[in-house]
């Protein structure tokens, strides 16, 4: 009789240190899942927020004469970037002659269609330095014309770090460029072109606008 006393008394002492561990190793569940919710959670809310702003076409540009861009509109840098090059070059005021003499040469699908250009591009007052006579003789021998223009254009797109050095053109020969963005000159005979405003995006060309028509 006291053996089977014993036996039950073990039994149910062995049944109560088990449920006694269980509930103890539920516990320490509980309080690491506790623990590890509060860490993801206190990550989450020390997490940095997110920026918001949109960045400009502006911010990538560089030059003396990028301030005398229009400031919206089609013209404007944010303006440019969503229209290929040519088209783009016709919303800017610096560049109707250029726009002009695109025209006049055909060459106007050509550089809108391709897919990557580098352009140099004269403003209206690099045109108005060529005497008049000369202008639009130059204007009305397309051969001519077209050679010049295509002597401003490189077959790919070039930021201002890879643009630097000998480029190959459209027109079969090169340009050197020299600098970088705080002062950059293409080689053009005796006197230099000055890069006025560069890095300018559109949507197929990067464009530098120049304060020379570059000759061949």
Known sequence: ????????????????LTLSLGLAACG???DETSTASEDTSSETTDAPEEETAEASASDQV????CSAVPQDGKGSFDGMVQDPVATAASNNPLLGTLVTAVGEAGLVDTLNDAEALTVFAPTDDAFGAIPEEDLNAVLADKETLT???????IGEQLDPDAVVGEQDTLNGDTLTINGDTDGMTV???DTPANVLCGNIPTANATVYVVDAVLMP
């Open 28 to 30: 320490d569940d509980a």
């Open 1 to 16: 009789m006291k053996n089977t006393t014993f036996k039950r008394t073990g039994a149910l002492a062995a049944t109560a």
């Open 187 to 189: 080689e053009n005979g």
């Open 147 to 153: 050679a010049i223009l295509t002597h401003h254009v």
């Open 62 to 65: 560089f030059g003396p004469a």
